[in-house]
């Protein structure tokens, strides 16, 4: 609680929220002052990283300032020694107005309930009454709100405005009129957020709708975002609708890892199936946004070719083994090459402690080469990276002299062509989508390969390691930004497919004899004592935001253009 006779700061006001006095920051919206104190006002329009419309008018609440003294009088003061509050005998929406010195928020009371109950039930006139068949039922604004803030009945007598339902507005999301309430937040994000001005309203009062512009599609890379903010079952996407029920599953924070974004996201899976990936915010890395096709490129952990079994192959192909055969054989065939004839390719998808192994084992090799395949894509103005690898800033940080991935992998290939090398290991990648032929991969004696999916690099090793993905395992990486973030598992890999860093211990135990570490903690741990850069960190200091870890020089533009829109009091941010 405030008191009158505390400085108060100069970048602050006293307001007060529901009969308490307390500091906020100047030029803070109400709807934003009221969640600091801990007060939730409904609202459907506003969203803290778009522009506040005013239109829903579901945040109204009561306002009230100090009367103004005549002169020579001083101000009537409270048992709190504050001024007395006059309260206006109408509402105001929260979202739109900012706060004054000495203002006072009701954000219950008569009034405010009388005006919310009216709210809810012009939105429900025409809305279609069928939550237990709506695709978006257990996180709808709408269905919460009616039951807090609604009359209970409807006094509407007439028939229901019809309107589109089921109309395909892009090739991954579907379009429910009849459940728009008219927020705009889709508007909004399209106009304000991705310059792709796409969508709009048309027709008046009951029958306006949401539609897209002749000619247009929402098709941008970020269209999903819209149905993340859609705070009803308007929009909704093709991948998850009707899919799940919302209350199944199981939500684990973690990150995207199909860019050097690493942009933060909820992993929703049930019964160890990933079903969706939405975005978690982190306004350090990707606001509370993400792109289409990061959210989206998680199917291929469930794909036909999924490799789900150690594999050996002998005079008639491929046959499936035990992991002690396997990780014997990998070790038997990588020990009889000679020192200095054994490469080692990584991927920058690999996590932190994994490259840490990799890197143990080049060393117990001898091996004259280690690089890891380069992923260079273009990058775009919001979320999407130049570096298709999660983790390149890791890897260059972890692998001895890598400062240029994929510098090594020319004269990688020119010792297979000279017959030069008698062993290769190959982790996470297929070598023929990097360049190398099937021919040159013919040339060596002894190929162990790991990976999630059959590939001609499988298809040509002695040794095939089924390997886990992003979801299905822990573990640290650094984006471009030089961030250290956290990997969570939320399903388990299927069939004897392993956690790479499991493989990697068993295959280092096995060609050094000594024991394993127990558990990813301790390889962490191991990797700090060795790399200056983590010294000092583990695991679960990590959290779930991150750390800062290694300057880069990186820009994200999404975040720049953020903060640029509110220095300009554009947004709350």
């Given at each position: 609680?405030?008191s009158?006779?505390?400085?108060?700061?100069?970048?602050?006001?006293?307001v007060?929220?529901?009969?308490?006095?307390?500091?906020v920051?100047?030029?803070?919206?109400?709807?934003?002052?009221?969640?600091?104190?801990?007060?939730?006002?409904?609202?459907?329009?506003?969203?803290?990283?778009?522009?506040?419309?005013?239109?829903?008018?579901?945040?109204?609440?009561?306002?009230?300032?100090?009367?103004?003294?005549?002169?020579?009088?001083?101000?009537?003061?409270?048992?709190?020694?504050?001024?007395?509050?006059?309260?206006?005998?109408?509402?105001?929406?929260?979202?739109?107005n900012?706060?004054?010195?000495?203002?006072?928020?009701?954000?219950?009371?008569?009034l405010?309930e009388?005006?919310?109950?009216?709210?809810?039930?012009?939105?429900?006139?025409?809305?279609?009454?069928?939550?237990?068949?709506?695709?978006?039922?257990?996180?709808?604004?709408?269905?919460?709100?009616?039951?807090?803030?609604?009359?209970?009945?409807?006094?509407?007598?007439?028939?229901?405005?019809?309107?589109?339902?089921?109309?395909?507005?892009g090739p991954?999301?579907?379009?429910?009129?009849?459940?728009?309430?008219?927020?705009?937040?889709?508007?909004?994000?399209?106009?304000?957020i991705?310059?792709?001005?796409?969508?709009?309203?048309?027709?008046?009062?009951?029958h306006?709708?949401?539609?897209?512009?002749?000619?247009?599609?929402?098709?941008?890379?970020?269209?999903?975002?819209?149905?993340?903010?859609?705070?009803?079952?308007?929009?909704?996407?093709?991948?998850?609708?009707?899919?799940?029920?919302?209350?199944?599953?199981?939500e684990?924070?973690?990150?995207?890892?199909?860019?050097?974004?690493?942009?933060?996201?909820?992993?929703?899976?049930?019964?160890?199936?990933?079903?969706?990936?939405?975005?978690?915010?982190?306004?350090?890395?990707?606001?509370?946004?993400?792109?289409?096709y990061?959210?989206?490129?998680?199917?291929?952990?469930?794909?036909?070719?999924?490799l789900?079994?150690?594999?050996?192959?002998g005079?008639?192909?491929?046959?499936?083994?035990?992991?002690?055969?396997?990780?014997?054989?990998?070790?038997?065939?990588?020990?009889?090459?000679?020192?200095?004839?054994?490469?080692?390719?990584?991927?920058?998808?690999?996590?932190?402690?994994?490259?840490?192994?990799?890197?143990?084992?080049?060393?117990?090799?001898?091996?004259?080469?280690?690089?890891?395949?380069?992923?260079?894509?273009?990058?775009?103005?919001?979320?999407?990276?130049?570096?298709?690898?999660?983790?390149?800033?890791?890897?260059?940080q972890?692998?001895?002299?890598?400062?240029?991935?994929g510098?090594?992998?020319?004269?990688?290939?020119?010792?297979?062509?000279?017959?030069?090398?008698?062993?290769?290991?190959?982790w996470g990648?297929?070598?023929?989508?990097?360049?190398?032929?099937?021919?040159?991969?013919?040339?060596?004696?002894?190929?162990?390969?790991?990976?999630?999916?059959?590939?001609?690099?499988?298809e040509?090793?002695?040794?095939?390691?089924?390997?886990?993905?992003?979801?299905?395992?822990?573990?640290?990486?650094?984006?471009?930004?030089?961030?250290?973030?956290?990997?969570?598992?939320?399903?388990?890999?299927?069939?004897?497919?392993?956690?790479?860093?499991?493989?990697?211990?068993?295959?280092?135990?096995?060609l050094?004899?000594?024991?394993?570490?127990?558990?990813?903690?301790?390889?962490?741990?191991?990797?700090?004592?060795?790399?200056?850069?983590?010294?000092?960190?583990s695991?679960?200091?990590?959290g779930?935001?991150?750390?800062?870890l290694?300057?880069?020089g990186?820009a994200?533009?999404?975040?720049?253009?953020?903060?640029?829109?509110?220095?300009?009091?554009?947004?709350?941010?």
């Amino acid at each position: 609680m405030s008191s009158p006779d505390i400085a108060q700061p100069a970048d602050t006001v006293r307001v007060q929220i529901d009969g308490v006095w307390m500091q906020v920051p100047r030029g803070v919206r109400m709807i934003e002052a009221c969640r600091l104190a801990g007060k939730e006002v409904p609202h459907y329009c506003y969203h803290p990283k778009l522009s506040s419309p005013g239109n829903c008018r579901m945040c109204l609440v009561e306002t009230g300032l100090p009367p103004r003294p005549a002169p020579g009088q001083d101000p009537p003061l409270d048992e709190q020694g504050h001024p007395q509050i006059q309260w206006i005998p109408r509402p105001a929406i929260a979202c739109a107005n900012t706060v004054a010195d000495g203002m006072g928020i009701r954000t219950q009371g008569p009034l405010v309930e009388e005006c919310r109950n009216g709210v809810m039930e012009f939105l429900l006139l025409n809305h279609p009454l069928d939550c237990p068949i709506c695709d978006q039922a257990g996180e709808c604004l709408l269905q919460e709100y009616s039951v807090e803030h609604g009359r209970g009945a409807s006094r509407f007598l007439d028939q229901k405005v019809k309107k589109p339902k089921n109309v395909s507005i892009g090739p991954r999301i579907r379009l429910d009129d009849e459940r728009c309430i008219l927020c705009s937040r889709c508007i909004r994000f399209c106009q304000e957020i991705v310059d792709d001005d796409v969508l709009g309203f048309t027709g008046r009062g009951s029958h306006t709708v949401l539609t897209v512009w002749p000619g247009k599609k929402l098709e941008n890379n970020y269209s999903l975002n819209t149905v993340d903010i859609c705070p009803v079952g308007a929009l909704t996407s093709n991948d998850f609708r009707f899919q799940m029920r919302v209350w199944f599953l199981k939500e684990t924070p973690s990150i995207c890892a199909s860019c050097g974004r690493g942009c933060n996201a909820l992993l929703a899976s049930r019964e160890d199936q990933l079903l969706r990936l939405t975005p978690r915010e982190n306004n350090e890395v990707n606001s509370t946004w993400m792109c289409d096709y990061g959210r989206l490129h998680f199917h291929y952990l469930r794909s036909p070719a999924r490799l789900l079994e150690p594999l050996l192959r002998g005079g008639h192909g491929h046959a499936a083994a035990s992991w002690a055969e396997a990780i014997a054989a990998a070790a038997d065939g990588l020990r009889r090459a000679a020192p200095g004839r054994v490469a080692v390719i990584g991927s920058g998808r690999m996590t932190n402690e994994e490259l840490f192994l990799l890197r143990g084992v080049a060393e117990q090799l001898g091996a004259a080469y280690l690089d890891i395949v380069p992923r260079p894509q273009e990058g775009d103005a919001w979320l999407v990276a130049p570096d298709g690898n999660p983790n390149t800033t890791g890897a260059r940080q972890i692998l001895p002299g890598l400062d240029d991935p994929g510098s090594r992998l020319f004269a990688i290939r020119e010792a297979l062509r000279a017959g030069s090398l008698e062993a290769l290991l190959v982790w996470g990648e297929d070598l023929c989508e990097a360049g190398f032929t099937s021919e040159e991969l013919a040339s060596v004696r002894c190929i162990v390969s790991s990976h999630l999916l059959a590939n001609p690099t499988a298809e040509a090793s002695h040794v095939v390691l089924p390997g886990s993905g992003f979801a299905e395992k822990r573990g640290s990486m650094i984006n471009l930004t030089g961030r250290l973030q956290r990997l969570n598992q939320a399903v388990a890999a299927p069939g004897q497919a392993r956690d790479d860093w499991e493989i990697l211990r068993d295959l280092s135990a096995a060609l050094s004899g000594n024991e394993p570490a127990l558990f990813i903690e301790d390889v962490f741990r191991a990797m700090a004592a060795r790399v200056p850069l983590f010294a000092g960190l583990s695991l679960s200091r990590i959290g779930d935001a991150g750390l800062p870890l290694v300057e880069t020089g990186a820009a994200i533009p999404l975040l720049d253009r953020e903060r640029e829109r509110i220095a300009r009091g554009e947004i709350s941010g």
